[in-house]
């Protein structure tokens, strides 16, 4: 028997016809045979809701929370009259959005009286966005005579006390699937679980960072056994660059494991970064696919990427970021310069998304989101207070308005002649490049060149992901 995944994210369930859409997608498959496991976020345009309430309730704004829990509840209570015809079953359902709006309303009232936000509380009200969503998707389906079961992940997904990007502890995750999710699916139901959400051993509330539930999905399909992951989303799959960009832009119909977490981690949108890994352990084929355009096969991502006409798969860019360098002739021979940066980096809450590091050692760079930048150049300034004074480091700089590029490709490991062509094309555009980094794999290549030439640049790349003269 199939056992399936299918993770739908927000735009998959923005309103009644697209929610019925999903429901179509889930019955043509349950009623197959297969298992299905359904991991649903909230409905589009609620989490932002929520965030922006939240921030008001600790600035005493009460007008503003009031409007987003009429929102809510308007919202939700609008999905169920166009779903729902039972009146009773409608009744059940909207008593229990009822009860969730007032656990807001109560949250938010607290937050006006201590009129400070903690990582904490802000988990616990963006998590109703999902709770919300998955009630009522679990009872239009069952009024449609599905054996619908909805589930918090709460009562699955084990995580740490990092609020707002939470690690997931996989051993007490693995029990709790076995012992709650499991036993649903041999009981013949069909889960509808919340994406995005956990909780910690103490059973406080977490969220696994933006974009989060399609991470649950993997980590709920993985732990499963699942034979597939399906991420259900808005476009057709994984598409060769950035389609707002350069309309030519076309789906890939396979692409490898290692070469989709280049792709999610330098800024395809379709996929959450950390999404990748839970399913290829298990070596379980992960499906990218259209809600609205069920028919499309979409993408395959699996061990093998399959063959193709040019070596450069994909463009992808990731912008709003800050490239960060320290310099100084007195750095080379000194051990520790570069592990302290990164240190103190991580004690502002900064990511790093790219390093290059020149070979005299007399300077590296790094980048990271801009919206931390300042933060980790008064960091590293405060860090090599000693050394800047004795003239070991001259600068720690700033550069602003960059954005990184990068070309991704299995096939580019042992081809010469890639980096060579993707300089010459940045050349020929008159794009000057500022750093440049390829890791040991040959997958993909990055670097850095300046936000006025983004656009640019990507359309000029991605002819290198077009032309078949690039082929093997």
């Not at 739908?8 to 429901?23: D, E, H, K, L, R």
């Not at 013949?188 to 649950?216: K, M």
């Amino acid at each position: 028997m199939q056992r399936i995944t299918m993770k739908f994210g927000g735009t998959s369930v923005a309103s009644a016809v697209a929610i019925q859409q999903v429901m179509e997608i889930l019955r043509r498959h349950f009623e197959t045979g297969s298992q299905v496991i359904a991991v649903v976020s909230a409905l589009a345009g609620v989490t932002d809701l929520l965030t922006g309430a939240a921030r008001a309730a600790a600035e005493g704004r009460r007008s503003v929370w009031q409007e987003a829990a009429l929102q809510l509840r308007d919202r939700h209570a609008e999905v169920l009259q166009a779903l729902v015809r039972d009146g009773a079953q409608r009744e059940v359902a909207q008593g229990e959005v009822d009860a969730l709006v007032a656990e807001f309303e109560g949250l938010c009232g607290a937050l006006e009286v201590v009129a400070e936000l903690t990582p904490r509380v802000h988990d616990q009200i963006l998590a109703l966005g999902e709770r919300l969503s998955s009630r009522v998707i679990a009872t239009a389906l069952r009024a449609a005579g599905v054996q619908a079961q909805q589930f918090d992940a709460t009562q699955l997904i084990v995580t740490d006390d990092d609020h707002q990007n939470a690690n997931v502890e996989f051993n007490r995750t693995q029990v709790c699937i076995d012992r709650v999710l499991l036993p649903a699916l041999e009981r013949g139901e069909l889960p509808i679980v919340t994406g995005f959400i956990g909780r910690t051993p103490e059973g406080a509330t977490t969220t696994l960072g933006r974009g989060g539930s399609d991470y649950s999905a993997a980590l709920i399909a993985a732990a499963s056994h699942c034979n597939e992951l399906i991420i259900w989303t808005d476009v057709d799959g994984v598409m060769t660059t950035d389609p707002r960009i350069d309309p030519r832009a076309r789906v890939l119909s396979q692409v490898s494991y290692q070469e989709v977490g280049e792709l999610a981690f330098y800024g395809a949108k379709v996929l959450h970064p950390r999404t990748v890994q839970p399913v290829q352990e298990r070596n379980i084929p992960l499906r990218v696919r259209n809600t609205f355009n069920p028919e499309h096969e979409g993408t395959l991502i699996a061990s093998q990427s399959a063959a193709s006409a040019t070596v450069i798969k994909a463009v992808t860019s990731v912008s709003h970021v800050g490239l960060l360098t320290v310099s100084g002739s007195g750095m080379m021979g000194v051990p520790g310069i570069a592990g302290r940066a990164f240190l103190a980096t991580a004690r502002v809450g900064a990511n790093i998304l790219m390093i290059s590091q020149a070979s005299s050692e007399q300077s590296f760079c790094f980048v990271v989101l801009d919206d931390r930048a300042h933060a980790v150049q008064h960091a590293l300034q405060s860090e090599f207070t000693g050394e800047i004074e004795h003239r070991l480091i001259e600068h720690v700089e700033l550069l602003e308005d960059v954005v990184i590029l990068t070309v991704v490709g299995s096939g580019m490991r042992g081809t010469p002649g890639i980096a060579g062509r993707v300089f010459t094309t940045m050349g020929a555009q008159e794009i000057n490049v500022v750093a440049i980094a390829q890791g040991a794999s040959e997958c993909s290549i990055s670097f850095v060149v300046e936000e006025d030439n983004h656009e640019r640049a990507v359309i000029a790349l991605h002819e290198l992901a077009l032309e078949p003269v690039l082929a093997k």
